[in-house]
């Protein structure tokens, strides 16, 4: 988490400047409930298959669904079978005793792999689910990220009214964004928790169309 989601000084210097007029106290209090959400997610992007900053790897969903059949719950449904109490005459040692400890004790054993199944088995259809829907991960991910932000503003800078903003160049003529106090504000936020610049067009327009749409 050491680079992302720290809300220090020089970022809230900035965070001044854009959301100009904005009661102190508010911008104080936003500042310490942002540190906490932002520490909140990186701990699930670090952890999270995704393509923010920080993440362990990208991965789809199908491609997580794929993963854990092939590598998890297949070869575990394989195990459990194996190590079924009439399978165990395949795994008579003599006449090499000797060579060998006692085997794992097969209750316990069992126990433990249902429970890597029971967990895997979960996920998947979690994942499989989520598929179904066409929820992925990474702009699912960005939708509570937003969401979270946006409710604390809310809660500490009331005032400070949803804008979708003049659609403007910027830094050169191959890039434009919408140019406001708010959306400014929103991407400033969300660029220090996940570590990308991102237009937050979709997102910024929702709560301008509908300012009391969390609730």
């Known amino acids: 988490m050491g680079q992302y989601a720290r809300f220090d000084d020089a970022w809230f210097k ?3 400047e854009i959301a100009k007029g904005q009661n102190e106290e508010g911008l104080k209090a936003l ?5 906490n959400v932002g520490q909140h997610y990186r701990r699930i992007i670090e952890t999270t298959p995704c393509n923010l900053k920080g993440a362990p790897f990208d991965k789809t969903l199908t491609q997580r669904g794929d993963w854990l059949q092939t590598n998890v719950v297949r070869p575990t449904q ?14 008579a040692t003599w006449p090499y005793e000797h060579q060998f400890k006692e085997f794992p004790d097969r209750v316990r054993l069992r126990a433990d792999l249902q429970d890597v199944l029971d967990f895997s088995t979960q996920l998947l ?3 499989r689910g989520e598929q179904g829907v066409d929820a992925g991960t990474n702009q699912e991910l960005r939708f509570y990220i937003f969401k979270d932000i946006y409710v604390a503003v809310r809660k500490h800078l009331p ?3 949803p804008k979708q903003g003049v659609y403007h160049e910027v830094v050169d003529e191959r890039t ?3 140019i406001d106090p708010f959306p400014d504000a929103m991407r400033h936020i969300y660029a220090e928790i996940t570590g990308r610049d991102e237009q937050l067009v979709r997102l910024i327009r929702m709560v301008v169309e509908d300012p009391n749409w969390e609730d």
Request: proline share 3%; glycine share 0%; hydrophobic share 50%.
């Open 14 to 16: 900035r965070f001044r």
């Open 31 to 35: 500042r310490d409930e942002l540190f």
């Open 78 to 91: 394989r195990l459990l079978a194996a190590l079924a109490d009439e399978q165990q005459p395949w795994f």
């Open 125 to 127: 259809a979690n994942v």
């Open 159 to 161: 005032d400070f009214k």
């Open 176 to 178: 434009k964004r919408f």
